[in-house]
Structures are given as structure tokens and as C-alpha cells.
């Protein structure tokens, strides 16, 4: 939601007082030019994220300890940003999908997901990751993904788990390349089918740990298309730590402390208010970054509160 308000800065004004309504009592000359501040105002909306590690069964027993202990720093990494995720694991186990395998969210202490309100994600992340049990070594990972999303309606597994407006990602973790002979999911099929899920850009997410050097030398069995579809990150399985690559992943997230202005700035004049928790602070130009080509401003990496009010003021640049 944004507000746009004009106020007149009057000459005679001492320096940040305005003056509505009182005649200039300045002489002006022809061609002077009285700017009008402008005021938008914005409310800021927390990045929601739905996001699913699937796991090949097979290699959940020789799971290298690097990948759990990630896990805490990968959910503080979240929380830093402000987002608001719900976490689950599925098993990317492929013949007995229907009954306990493929796509269907790992239930662990009741819980089939986690988000922040949960006392220990991470600990929970790491129980249900090791409560995948070994499985048939058919594996598929787009076939996982696509029938998590199947069941998450009514009365099924896993319904309630995508929310509406959220980023959809997957992080796949196995020795195994993506098998689409057994699932019969190709990978332009996959695509297609997440697209009707999230039409909008930016909204999809596909990670990838596994083994490289199998991944390059399988033509039609990697995830070379989707990665590059959606700018997903890939690691190789062999070479630990994973921290990185899945901090990295956060950054695929799309930031949302980024306001775009109604006409271009003069740069020298943006001041901004943040309004959160019955509390005011104030925000200069070095903590409001303007992007030219985007004529946006952004926070960087100040997270408000999620339904927290930020105002923006400046003056236009002169045409």
C-alpha cells in the first residue's frame, strides 16, 4: 500500500520546517523554481518462503554430518532476512509414493513442518531428515516435487503447506542425478507444471547438492535445464562444507525492502521514517539506496517488522 503526498517547501523556511499556507515573503524572479517534497508512504510486507528439502533415501544412511549441522546456521540465515518460512523434508523415494515415499512430508513429533514459531527448527529439520528411511534406489526428485504439490490439498498429506503469495523452492540432497526414465517427468514437463503453480517470476526456487561429476556426464538425467531456468544454486556432494551454498540460497529470495517511487529522486534529498512497534526511526540517504534504473529504494539489509509503516521523502530531480 503506498500514500503519495506533496508538501511545498516555501523559501523563508528555516531548514526542515514547512509552511503550508503562508505567503512567500521572498521576493522570487522569473524562472525560479519551488520544488515539491514528495511523501510516499508504504507498508512493508515480510517475504514468505515454502520450501522443501527432498531427499534421496539412499543416501540419507551415509548422510555427511556437515549437511545436519548446517541446518541451524541455514535457518539463522532465514531469520536474519525476515523471512517467514515454513520448512519441511520429503523423500524423493520413488516405487511406494502413494503409501509412505515420494513427495509426502516427513512427519517428526507431530509436526509435518516447521517455521519460526517453532522452539528448535533446525533440531527438527535435522530429525526428520534422518527419519527418511532407505528406500528404493529409483530415485526422482522433480517427481518428489511435483507430488508434494499434488497433495497439498484437502484432505490429503501435506495440505496446508504452501501459502498463498509465498516462494516455492527445493533444495535436493542425494548421490544420485534426477532419474526422469523412472518417473517419467521431464524436465520441461516439470517446468511447466511449477508455472502453473507460481505464474509469477521469481517465485521458484531449485537447489541442488549431489554428485557433479555423474550430473555432467548424464544427458538426460541432471538438473542443468531447471537450474538454469530458475537460477538455482548446485554444490557438489563430495566437497564439503554446504553452509555456503545454502546461504546462498537465501539470497535467491526475493527481497521485499524495496519500494519503488513514483518519479525520479534527486538522490541528495531522500530521508526516510520507519514506523514499527510504537517506535520511530529516522533513515538517511546512506541507509536508503536508490537504484536509478529501477527508480526503487531499498533498506539493504535493515529488516523491518513485518506490517511495519516506512516513509520515504525527497525532492524530484529537476527535469
Request: hydrophobic letters at 40%; a negative charge; aromatic letters at 8%.
Amino acid at each position: 500500500m503506498r500514500t503519495v503526498l506533496a508538501l511545498l517547501l516555501l523559501p523563508g523556511c528555516a531548514p526542515g520546517e514547512v509552511r503550508p499556507g503562508v505567503p512567500d515573503e521572498t521576493p522570487t524572479t522569473p524562472g525560479d523554481d519551488a520544488r515539491a517534497e514528495v511523501v510516499e508512504t508504504f507498508t512493508y510486507e515480510a517475504p514468505k518462503l515454502d520450501m522443501a528439502f527432498l531427499l534421496d533415501p539412499s543416501s540419507v544412511e551415509h548422510m555427511p554430518g556437515d549437511f545436519l549441522t548446517s541446518l541451524g546456521p541455514f535457518v539463522d540465515a532465514l531469520e536474519a532476512r525476515g523471512v517467514h518460512y515454513r520448512l519441511g523434508v520429503a523423500s524423493s523415494e520413488y516405487v511406494h509414493w502413494a503409501d509412505e515415499g515420494n513427495g509426502r512430508l516427513v512427519q517428526v513429533s507431530g509436526l509435518r513442518w516447521v517455521g519460526p514459531e517453532h522452539p528448535a527448527p533446525a533440531d527438527w529439520l535435522r530429525a526428520a531428515a534422518l527419519a527418511v528411511e532407505e528406500a528404493s534406489s529409483d530415485e526422482s526428485a522433480t517427481l518428489a516435487a511435483l507430488r508434494l504439490v499434488e497433495q497439498d490439498a484437502p484432505g490429503l498429506p501435506n495440505f496446508g503447506f504452501l501459502r498463498h503469495g509465498s516462494e516455492l523452492q527445493f533444495l535436493y540432497f542425494g548421490w544420485q542425478p534426477d532419474d526422469a526414465s523412472v518417473a517419467g517427468v521431464s524436465q520441461e514437463h516439470f517446468l511447466d507444471a511449477m508455472a502453473e503453480v507460481r505464474p509469477e517470476p521469481g517465485r521458484l526456487g531449485f537447489h541442488v547438492i549431489t554428485d557433479r561429476d555423474l550430473e555432467l556426464h548424464a544427458s538426460q538425467h541432471d538438473f542443468g535445464e531447471i537450474l538454469a531456468a530458475w537460477g538455482g544454486r548446485s554444490h557438489d556432494i563430495d566437497e564439503p562444507p554446504f553452509l555456503p551454498m545454502m546461504r546462498a540460497t537465501v539470497d535467491t529470495i526475493e527481497r521485499t525492502n524495496v519500494f519503488p517511487l513514483s518519479e525520479p529522486p534527486d538522490p541528495t534529498t531522500l530521508e526516510g521514517t520507519l514506523f514499527q512497534s510504537e517506535r520511530t526511526f529516522q533513515l538517511d540517504a546512506e541507509q536508503l539506496r536508490f537504484d536509478p534504473v529501477e527508480q526503487t529504494v531499498s533498506l539493504g539489509d535493515l529488516v523491518p517488522e513485518d506490517g511495519a509503516t516506512v516513509e520515504i521523502r525527497y525532492v524530484p530531480a529537476e527535469r
